[in-house]
């Protein structure tokens, strides 16, 4: 039998993110690149401030998180602040799950969300690659604001980047309202979601990550019918990530993603959330995170579109 050949870059000329994939072609992926945002799960989950929380208590999560999860995920996504460096010093990160290490440094104060994003200069990319990192991943804040071209330039960096050093390129859009359309209520998050997309996706990343739709509230068939919007304006492969997602509502939330044209997901929250207040959190992470792990890695298989799908009709147009 003949080996079928996967293509090795998409349209664009971005690396193929075959590396980072289940032999399926379907993404079961785990973040962990969380920063303050951790911290301060953390501090309000044990009643205490911020600052209360050590580096190091993130840190040893995260090489918990690599070590329970890592042996179920495809691929595991890591901050070189607290996460990246030190699992892969302990060896923590078991074969086959590959490394994806965010480039993303984030303007976000202590506390709250994340306002903006751009490219962490001192990063180095080459070491990194040389050290077996196989994608990068970069977190946009997108808005309808004066700052979109911006945005689009940096995703077109991003992905020349990425693709100079041979890695794949995760792109993460989020989409968020300005002050004015919080204040008046007109932020639509499905509307902004395909908007995004539309302007983000055309930079051709090797996978385009995106947000939910409906936050995961709905039947399948109704999730799937918001997702069709995205699959419209995305001609790469592309998964789903859980933020703003209930845990219990994030596997039927990638069922509809996946039906409706995505390849998987890459996510943190809704897979070791449950951890964070644990009495035992390694127990926790083991035991239910694992779990539901396995569960989806399940849902993306079955209902999952192959990388490699995507690529092909981009390829040939149909």
Request: aromatic share 4%; hydrophobic share 45%; proline share 6%.
């Amino acid at each position: 039998m003949t080996a079928v050949r996967h293509p090795e870059t998409l349209a664009g000329g971005s690396v193929a993110p075959a590396a980072l994939a289940r032999p399926s072609g379907t993404f079961a992926m785990v973040a962990a690149d969380q920063r303050d945002s951790l911290r301060t799960m953390m501090a309000e989950r044990a009643d205490v401030p911020g600052e209360a929380v050590p580096d190091q208590r993130l840190t040893d999560f995260k090489l918990a998180v690599a070590r329970e999860l890592g042996p179920y995920a495809s691929a595991l996504l890591l901050d070189r602040d607290y996460g990246y460096h030190q699992v892969t010093a302990a060896g923590a990160l078991p074969r086959g799950c590959a490394p994806i290490l965010a480039v993303d440094s984030l303007d976000q104060p202590p506390g709250g969300a994340v306002h903006d994003t751009s490219l962490d200069e001192d990063a180095d990319i080459e070491a990194a690659a040389a050290q077996g990192v196989r994608g990068l991943k970069l977190l946009v804040i997108w808005r309808r604001d004066d700052r979109r071209e911006r945005r689009v330039a940096l995703a077109h960096r991003f992905v020349r980047l990425c693709r100079d050093a041979g890695l794949a390129s995760v792109l993460e859009p989020v989409a968020r309202p300005t002050r004015q359309e919080e204040a008046s209520g007109t932020f639509r998050l499905n509307d902004s979601i395909v908007e995004a997309a539309r302007e983000l996706a055309p930079s051709s990343p090797s996978l385009y990550k995106c947000q939910v739709p409906d936050g995961g509230k709905g039947t399948v068939a109704e999730l799937a019918a918001q997702a069709e919007r995205i699959d419209a304006v995305v001609d790469v492969p592309w998964v789903v990530l859980s933020q703003g997602v209930a845990a219990d509502d994030f596997p039927r939330a990638v069922e509809a993603a996946c039906r409706a044209g995505a390849s998987g997901f890459l996510a943190g929250r809704a897979l070791w959330s449950n951890a964070l207040d644990a009495e035992d959190p390694v127990a926790a992470l083991r035991g239910p995170s694992a779990d539901r792990l396995r569960l989806l890695a399940d849902i993306v298989d079955t209902h999952g579109r192959p990388w490699w799908s995507t690529a092909e009709a981009e390829r040939t147009g149909v």
